[in-house]
């Protein structure tokens, strides 16, 4: 563990919670299937009591539930949201899978009684089908804000593209495309001269500018009427700088593990819970370096 002082944007790192129950996918840029090989002292309740840590520490952080699937035990979200108060925008990461025990009403129940509660449900659906998947027309019916993330893993059928933005720009939901981060160097992050996706987005879609930060970048394209982006981040969340005569660790992402232990990057670096107590607070970083008109 490092002894450098801990620094974060303000309002403070986001917290990623990672839910303890699996998914039945077997995605294959998923790097967190590992984790559920075991479930043993996976433990609902001490999640909840980082959260409480996190919330006290950071009020005004974002929290981020993904797994696993955090739809696959709706009861067990249930607790774990209701322990984030309203002061925190919630994201939750999911494929809104098909269930044998459960119909599609059910989740979009519970996605009503939780539509104050949750900023928004971004949804995982890739060129190539890695799950079955629940209809468009569920998804698209979902009582809560909404976006589409598909990773363009490595040969992605390019020519599916446009059909593809067709199918999500019927609902008029916004798509992030990614950039699979297990890749990604801070040597390429902003490499645009290689990049296929870049150059395969700008054939089909209107280029509108770029945002970054030090750790994830982002450009963004309109498809007709549909907002589109490609994001691309970093495989790690920590970086290091030095200001005057201080070398602080620069924290991007917390993690909640599915243990309910705190860490600070994804790496299985331990957060040091007292030292953050005391972090430094500075502007975020991320801002538009380019705008096209």
């Known amino acids: ?33 590992e984790e559920y090989g075991d479930m043993s002292g ?18 005004y952080c974002d929290f981020v539930f993904t797994g696993g699937e955090p739809f696959a035990d709706l009861e067990s979200l249930q607790v774990m949201l209701d322990q984030v108060p309203k002061t925190h925008k919630v ?17 979009l129940d519970f996605c009503e009684r939780n539509k104050d509660k ?5 949804i995982s659906r890739h060129l190539v089908k890695y799950v079955e998947e629940s209809d468009d027309e569920l998804v698209g019916s979902i ?16 020519e599916k593209l446009t059909d593809y933005m067709d199918r999500w720009n019927k ?31 700008k054939d089909f879609c209107k280029y509108t500018g770029l945002d970054g930060c030090r750790m994830r970048c982002g450009y963004h394209f309109t498809y007709r ?35 309910g232990d ?9 957060l040091d819970v007292e030292k953050y107590r005391h972090v430094k607070f500075e502007p975020y970083d991320l801002k538009w370096l380019e705008v096209v008109e």
């Not at 909840?48 to 919330?55: A, P, Q, Y």
């Open 143 to 158: 009582p809560v804000p909404t976006r589409i993330n598909c990773v363009l893993y490595k040969n992605y059928p390019r």
């Open 118 to 122: 949750i900023t928004c449900i971004n």
């Open 42 to 59: 996976f433990s609902r309740d001490k999640i909840c009591e980082s959260i409480h840590t996190m919330d006290e520490i950071t009020p």
């Open 225 to 259: 009427d549909l907002e589109l982006t490609y994001h691309k981040t970093l495989p790690y969340s920590t970086i290091v700088e030095k200001e005057g005569d201080t070398t602080y660790d620069i924290l991007y992402d917390i993690l909640i593990k599915q243990n």
């Open 1 to 33: 563990m490092s002894n450098n002082p801990y620094k974060t944007r303000e309002g403070g790192a986001t917290v990623t919670v990672f839910v303890p129950y699996d998914c039945q996918n077997n995605c294959p840029f998923c790097v967190n299937k």
């Open 262 to 270: 705190i860490h600070g990057d994804w790496d299985g670096k331990i």
């Open 91 to 107: 994201y939750i990461n999911t494929t809104f899978p098909v269930f044998a025990d459960r119909t599609p009403q059910d989740m």
């Open 171 to 201: 609902y008029g939901i916004p798509i992030q495309f990614r950039f699979d981060y297990t890749d990604t160097t801070p040597e390429n992050l902003y490499e645009e001269e290689h990049d296929k996706i870049l150059a395969d987005l």
